[in-house]
């Protein structure tokens, strides 16, 4: 083992087991995310201006539930792996063992915000501008539990960055890495998270639909930022451009940013139409 290389932690990525029933560090982070981010909401939504009421929150949570394991699952399947899927399709319902997409699971939840929305009759992005504030708490969770699974690691780390490479025991090059999803638990859970707070403090959910787009904006950046620490899904690889080495994540980040930029445009010039309006 080379010097100045972290040993990585031995954790068991089952948190308990009675017999043959087992609960996974993986699923209880999902849980963790989901519980805590919507605590996080209901305190959010009493916050000014006052668009959507604690039962609507108390409600989505059930359908922010399916939205994020059924697309999340399905975006894996569909944009990393659909061949190994086709070949093995029983294994498409193991979520304990990990494969879970950011990009489709924020297919399936904007798919339920807008069913939830049509359902009660609501604004769409006044409950969006919400729920958004909580994202980021679920992609820290997840990010740990990608981390406990010793899933996701990173590229291999230049030699004056082995102070913080580790090994990890399901690399099979066994070589010094880069924590890259302690990385990212940083930039897309606490960082983006923070971002977010800001927004909130500044009141600009007075805007709607301007603090989604925020979300989707610096989700983008981060994830893009970190995926160059991230080694890429093998069956995957690199996509290979005249600059430099993209990979799916990028790729798949890119109109996610595309969006988030349009949607604070959109927000931001909707509001000063409105307050046109109101002056003539």
Known sequence: MPLFVIPFPAISPVAIAFGPFAIRWYALAYIAGLLIGWRYCLYVAARPPVLVRHGDIDDFLVWAT???????RIGYILFYNL????????????????????????????????????????????????????????????????????ELYGRPAPLWARGVALIYPTDPLRIPRWPSEIFEALLEGICVFLVLLVAERRGLRRRPGLVTGILLAGYAVARIIGEFFRQPDPQRGYFTC???????????????????????????????AEAKAKTT
């Open 83 to 150: 061949r190994f899927y086709l070949r093995e399709p029983l294994q498409m319902l193991e979520i304990w063992h990990g494969g879970m997409s950011f990009h489709g699971g924020a297919l399936g939840v904007a798919l339920a915000l807008w069913l939830f929305a049509r359902k009660r009759r609501m604004g769409l992005f006044a409950l969006a501008d919400i729920i958004s504030e909580a994202i980021p708490i679920g992609l820290f969770f997840g990010r740990i539990a990608n981390f406990i699974n010793a």
């Open 242 to 272: 005249s600059v430099l080495c993209t990979t799916e994540g990028q790729i798949l980040s890119l109109p996610v940013l595309v969006a988030g930029i349009a949607m604070m445009w959109w927000a931001v010039r909707a509001r000063t």
């Open 66 to 72: 399916l939205g994020v394991v059924l697309g999340g």
